[in-house]
């Protein structure tokens, strides 16, 4: 007998708290079926007080995984394209957010999922802390019922979007480079915790590492630091983009400037963007002006960059001619 299932559909994992936010829940489970999506439900929390088995067995085709009972998917080998928690517990947020759990369920979410989307009440979505983990996604859910089947529809809009672009996204890469004068290595911060969320959130939106700057479509000079001048004195200035005759001519260049100086007295272009990290938040320069990217409640401002790079670089012209 054929298996039914599509090779190349999207597979949910959709965790159910308690709560009336997991018990219509359902509505967001449908729509992904009804996009073509595999939906599996996991159950925690409690989750079963909130809705019944037979609903989830009519929903997705087969049995909620639970704490004493592990379906047959259970045991399948291959991973989900995303994971979606409904208003989980305090406690349950804390073991997601820290990935280091004794339970089942919350273990096998973490362990098939590369991302977890967590839809919770404004009260417990986190403040961004430079230790975040940009592969958790929080989405305040709404305060009145009546507005959850709204709410749920956007969410739709914005997971299949994102599972677009990073299915798009799975053949691109990026160079990431971080680079201290010698004389300053021995006081410097070899790995800011700002420069680990950028690599996070790179990866996140499914961009991988690139072996080498020519291969990569993102090239990224990270070191914002003093430079020496010629009397080995402190200065701040723009970091000069080093020749690489082996990228790719579409490469989108991105180069971080030091605080210290005036955004508007540099020179950006088309696929030379400047970034310039300031207190919660990041000005960028482009050929079109500076914009600003604030951290926002439950995604920071690395996230959002990652996101915009990753828009632009699915602009981008196809087919351009790269250099050998």
Known sequence: MKSRTRKNRARILLALGKGIASSLATELAMLFCHAG???KIALIDNGHEW????AIRQISGSAALTASHRPGWF???????????????SLTQQLLQARLTADPVLEFILQKS????ILQEPAHVPAETDDC?????FRALPTQPQQLSTFYQKI???????????RKNGKKSFWLDYQIPEQL???ANLRPSWLARFDHALQACGISRAESSGDADLLIDAYDGPQLDADNRLVFSEPELPARTESKTSALHIIFVAPELNLELLTAGKNRLLAQRQNNSLHVADQHGIRVIPDVTGQCCYARFSSQLVNQLNCATPGRTHQT
């Open 133 to 137: 983990d940009p592969r958790l996604i």
């Open 156 to 166: 739709f809009a914005e997971c299949t979007a994102w599972l677009a672009n990073h």
């Open 114 to 117: 590369p991302t977890l989307w």
């Open 37 to 39: 999506c595999e939906v």
């Open 185 to 187: 290595k021995t006081i």
């Open 51 to 54: 809705i019944s088995d037979s």
């Open 75 to 89: 045991f399948a080998p291959v991973a989900f394209d995303l994971a979606i928690a409904v208003a989980p517990a």
